[in-house]
C-alpha cells in the first residue's frame, strides 16, 4: 500500500487528529470503511481523501458563502497566492501572526483556506479547518490534517488546543461571537488566540463596501472593527495585544484578484519594499495607526 492510501484510512485520520468527536454528542468516533462513526450516537461522517466531512445538519445557512468561497479557491491559488508580491505580502503577514505565540502543542487553523500557516507551522501540530472543500483539496497538496467543517460548530473536544489562529475569518461568518465561543470551548486553559480581521475604518469602509457588491464575496461578510471584535472576544478572552495594520501595501500588493493596480508599478521590488516600510511606519503612528485595513489581536482563553 502507498504511503498516501495509509494516510488516507480513517483510522489513520483519527491518529492524526485524536480531538475529533461527534457533533451531536461530542462522543468519540470509530474508524469504519467509509467513515468515522460515533460511538454513541451512531452518525456516520464520510471522508474523502483522507479529509473528514464533520459539517451538521442545519447547513442551508451557510450555502451561498460555501458557493463562494469554492469560486473564489481557484482566485486564490492561481491569482492571489501566485503573485510574487502578494506572496510576499502574504508571508509578513502571516509570520507576523505566528510570531506573537509559542507554536508548541496543538494548533488550530480556523478557517484555513488555501492553509498558508502550514509554510511556518509543523505539519503534525497543524489542524486546519474550513467550510469550503474547494479550499481544502488545495489546502491538502501541503498538509494532510484538514477538516471539511464550520467554525460555529466545531467538531473537536473541550480543551483540545494550545493555540487557535483564526485569520481573515470571522468578518465571513453569520455569528462571529459564535466562533469565538467555540474556540474558547476547544482551547486549553491559558490557550491563546491569534486573529486577523477586517479594521473598519476611513481608508477601508467605502472600498469594502464596493468590494463587496461584487462576486468574491456572501451577503454575510461584514467590514468589522477593534470595537466589534473586542465585544467578541472580552466574554471568554483576555485581550494581550492590538496592532494595526496595512495601509498602502495591503490593498495593492495583497490582493492581486481583486485590485490590479500593483502590475503597473515600475521598478517592483523597490516599490514593494518601500510601500511595506511605508506601512510599518503608519502603523506607529498615533491617530493614523487606527486607519488600517486590517487588524492583528492575540488573547488568551479565560478559565
Ligand atoms: C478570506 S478566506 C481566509 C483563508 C485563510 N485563513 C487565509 O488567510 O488565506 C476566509 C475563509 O473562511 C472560510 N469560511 C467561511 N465561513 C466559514 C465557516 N462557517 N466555517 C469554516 N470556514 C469558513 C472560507 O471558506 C475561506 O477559506
Ligand atoms: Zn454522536
Known amino acids: 500500500m502507498s504511503e498516501t492510501a495509509v494516510a488516507d484510512t ?31 450516537c451512531g452518525r456516520v461522517y464520510p471522508t474523502d481523501a483522507g479529509i473528514p466531512t464533520m459539517l451538521g445538519e442545519e447547513m442551508s445557512r451557510f450555502a451561498e458563502e460555501i458557493a463562494v468561497q ?8 492561481s491569482k492571489r497566492y501566485k503573485d510574487e508580491y502578494a506572496q510576499r505580502y502574504h508571508a509578513w ?29 509543523s505539519a503534525d501540530r497543524l489542524v486546519g479547518l474550513d467550510i469550503s472543500s474547494e479550499m481544502l483539496t488545495r489546502a491538502r497538496q501541503t498538509y494532510d490534517n484538514l477538516v471539511l467543517g464550520n467554525s460555529q460548530e466545531l467538531p473537536f473536544r473541550d480543551g483540545s488546543f494550545d493555540v487557535a489562529f483564526c485569520r481573515s475569518l470571522l468578518h465571513h461568518l453569520p455569528e462571529p461571537e459564535t466562533a469565538v465561543r467555540e474556540m474558547h470551548r476547544v482551547l486549553r486553559p491559558n490557550g491563546q488566540i491569534v486573529l486577523a480581521d477586517t479594521n473598519a475604518s476611513l481608508l477601508s469602509t467605502l472600498p469594502r463596501r464596493i468590494a463587496y457588491s461584487g462576486d468574491h464575496f456572501s451577503d454575510d461578510h461584514k467590514n468589522l472593527n477593534r470595537r466589534m471584535l473586542e465585544g467578541y472576544l472580552t466574554p471568554h478572552f483576555t485581550i ?3 496592532e494595526y495594520f496595512g495601509y498602502i501595501a495591503y490593498p495593492l500588493m495583497g490582493f492581486p484578484d481583486m485590485v490590479r493596480v500593483f502590475r503597473f508599478v515600475p521598478f517592483k521590488p523597490i516599490a514593494a519594499r518601500a510601500l511595506m516600510a511605508t506601512d510599518a511606519v ?9 486607519q488600517s485595513w486590517g487588524i492583528f489581536i492575540k488573547a488568551t482563553r479565560k478559565a
Not at 70 to 77: F, I, K, M, N, T
Open 282 to 290: 503608519l502603523s506607529n503612528i498615533p491617530l493614523i495607526r487606527t
Open 93 to 121: 503577514w502571516t509570520d507576523r501572526m505566528t510570531s506573537k505565540v509559542s507554536l508548541d502543542g496543538r494548533i488550530l487553523d480556523n478557517g484555513c483556506g488555501l492553509g498558508l500557516l502550514a509554510e511556518q507551522i
Open 10 to 40: 480513517s483510522a489513520s485520520i483519527l491518529q492524526r487528529m485524536p480531538e475529533l468527536v461527534c457533533l451531536k454528542c461530542q462522543a468519540d468516533l470509530a474508524a469504519q470503511d467509509d467513515g468515522l462513526r460515533c460511538a454513541a
Open 70 to 77: 469554492d469560486r473564489v479557491a481557484l482566485e486564490y491559488e
Open 240 to 242: 494581550d495585544e492590538i
